[in-house]
């Protein structure tokens, strides 16, 4: 099964995605709460911004996991050696 192209990011790449993320994950929870004062007419708006900002936040987790694995290894390296 093709997935498409992989990306291969650095360290500090990762880290700024996952900031990146991290701060639209936030303005998006803003401007849902004030998509949510338009009741019906920010319906469909609403919706489409809570699908995207669920899918940032699967993607800043493992983000953030890969980065904790990455500590976690080299932590165990550095005792070995």
Known sequence: MNHGP???LTIAERN???DWLQQDIET????LEQLSKLG???ESV?????IETTCEMIV??????????????K???DKET
């Open 6 to 8: 992989i990306i291969v």
């Open 60 to 73: 800043y987790k493992k983000l953030r996991d890969i980065q904790e694995e990455t500590i976690t290894v």
């Open 28 to 31: 998006n929870k803003l401007l």
């Open 40 to 42: 019906s007419d920010g």
């Open 16 to 18: 700024r995605f996952a």
């Open 46 to 50: 609403a919706k489409r911004m809570k």
């Open 75 to 77: 932590n165990e390296y």
